[in-house]
């Protein structure tokens, strides 16, 4: 291994993703400070300088910590450093459910997306692929979650999804780059922490190694089978529709896997949010176990029910019933 094999490494992860997305002209980069991000940063300014290509770094400040402000305004100086000439820092509020770490996942998304770039990369590693395909297996979540991150998903994208989190610390090292390590990031209290610092090292010592990879091949063997049912998915949904309803028997002659995918298109399409396993069994149930029963209710007061070889949905407003017997109580 030469002494710049890890610089070359990202920068190399950086041009195939640029390749893979097409032609753009700007491109975000969000920044937090860590290793991981600041060697995305510093190969996307190489890589750019190299094509006809502008990078804007945007720094993402939580407010969580105390020092928030100047743990930002250091990052910001770095960017500088390597070349960047537009650097934003967005501030936001995190709020809202699902505990802190979706807050702020959320808000950091939100305020990245309103950046307004066709593309913006992330320094999502292999090591965070693993993690996130240990969180989809251990929750249960079905093999859309266990395939992981994609490494295009416009406006995202993440080009070090095979590359290792420790060449990404070399990489910074090589370069002379001040790594700040986020305080959470050790912190017992949030679930990926305890993944990273006690649950993969324990892996890699009973498995003899190679974890993080294996886990995140199995992430990318699961992207492609599901993206393959998708399509079979979006075929039988079009064949399914009529008038806004779905034709029960077009449905019914398809494997219980592809009508619930193409349920889930129809439902995301409707309005309904939130949707999960149980929902989409107890929607197909109306298919697949028919026996006359009423409706489902779901997520955002919304119901689907049958009638006359056709499901439909219906939104549900307070003081208003839908034309039909639920098999649970309606939203209070």
Same mark, same amino acid.
């Given at each position: 291994?030469?002494?710049?094999?890890?610089?070359?490494?990202?920068?190399?992860?950086?041009?195939?993703?640029?390749?893979?997305?097409? #032609?753009?002209?700007?491109?975000?980069?969000?920044?937090?400070?860590?290793?991981?991000?600041?060697?995305?940063?510093?190969?996307?300014?190489?890589?750019?300088?190299?094509?006809?290509?502008?990078?804007?770094?945007?720094?993402?400040?939580?407010?969580?910590?105390?020092?928030?402000?100047?743990?930002?305004?250091?990052?910001?100086?770095?960017?500088?450093?390597?070349?960047?000439?537009?650097?934003?820092?967005?501030?936001?509020?995190?709020?809202?459910?699902?505990?802190?770490?979706?807050?702020?996942?959320?808000?950091?998304?939100?305020?990245?997306?309103?950046?307004?770039?066709?593309?913006?990369?992330?320094?999502?590693?292999?090591?965070?692929?693993?993690?996130?395909?240990?969180?989809?297996?251990?929750?249960?979540?079905?093999?859309?979650?266990?395939?992981?991150?994609?490494?295009?998903?416009?406006?995202?994208?993440?080009?070090?999804?095979?590359?290792?989190?420790?060449?990404?610390?070399?990489?910074?090292?090589?370069?002379?780059?001040?790594?700040?390590?986020?305080?959470?990031?050790?912190?017992?209290?949030?679930?990926?922490?305890?993944?990273?610092?006690?649950?993969?090292?324990?892996?890699?010592?009973?498995?003899?190694?190679?974890?993080?990879?294996?886990?995140?091949?199995?992430?990318?063997?699961?992207?492609?089978?599901?993206?393959?049912?998708?399509?079979?998915?979006?075929?039988?949904?079009?064949?399914?529709?009529?008038?806004?309803?779905?034709?029960? @028997?077009?449905?019914?002659?398809?494997?219980?896997?592809?009508?619930?995918?193409?349920?889930?298109?129809?439902?995301?399409?409707?309005?309904? @949010?939130?949707?999960?396993?149980?929902?989409?069994?107890?929607?197909?149930?109306?298919?697949?176990?028919?026996?006359?029963?009423?409706?489902?209710?779901?997520?955002?007061?919304?119901?689907?029910?049958?009638?006359?070889?056709?499901?439909?949905?219906?939104?549900?407003?307070?003081?208003?019933?839908?034309?039909?017997?639920?098999?649970?109580?309606? #939203?209070?």
């Amino acid at each position: 291994m030469t002494r710049f094999a890890p610089v070359a490494r990202t920068r190399q992860a950086v041009r195939q993703l640029l390749d893979k997305a097409g #032609p753009v002209s700007d491109v975000g980069v969000a920044v937090s400070g860590g290793a991981d991000s600041l060697a995305l940063a510093a190969a996307s300014a190489y890589v750019a300088a190299r094509r006809d290509l502008v990078v804007h770094g945007l720094i993402v400040d939580h407010q969580l910590q105390e020092g928030s402000a100047e743990v930002a305004a250091a990052a910001a100086k770095q960017l500088h450093g390597l070349g960047f000439e537009d650097v934003r820092v967005l501030t936001v509020s995190v709020t809202g459910r699902g505990g802190p770490e979706a807050a702020a996942r959320s808000a950091r998304y939100q305020a990245l997306r309103s950046a307004g770039f066709p593309l913006v990369l992330l320094g999502h590693t292999q090591d965070d692929q693993a993690e996130t395909v240990l969180l989809g297996l251990g929750r249960g979540s079905g093999p859309r979650s266990v395939a992981g991150m994609r490494d295009l998903d416009f406006p995202w994208g993440r080009p070090f999804l095979s590359v290792p989190r420790a060449t990404t610390v070399a990489a910074c090292a090589e370069l002379g780059l001040t790594v700040w390590d986020d305080p959470h990031n050790v912190d017992p209290a949030y679930t990926r922490v305890r993944l990273r610092r006690e649950v993969l090292p324990l892996l890699e010592d009973v498995l003899q190694g190679g974890v993080a990879p294996a886990l995140a091949r199995t992430a990318a063997q699961l992207r492609d089978d599901t993206e393959a049912l998708d399509t079979l998915a979006a075929r039988l949904l079009e064949s399914a529709r009529a008038e806004g309803e779905l034709a029960v @028997p077009v449905l019914a002659a398809e494997p219980a896997a592809l009508r619930r995918r193409a349920l889930r298109r129809w439902l995301l399409d409707a309005g309904v @949010p939130e949707l999960t396993d149980a929902h989409l069994r107890s929607a197909d149930a109306l298919i697949g176990e028919w026996r006359g029963q009423g409706a489902v209710w779901l997520p955002g007061n919304f119901a689907v029910s049958r009638a006359r070889g056709r499901l439909r949905v219906t939104a549900w407003e307070p003081g208003e019933g839908t034309g039909c017997t639920a098999t649970t109580s309606p #939203p209070s």
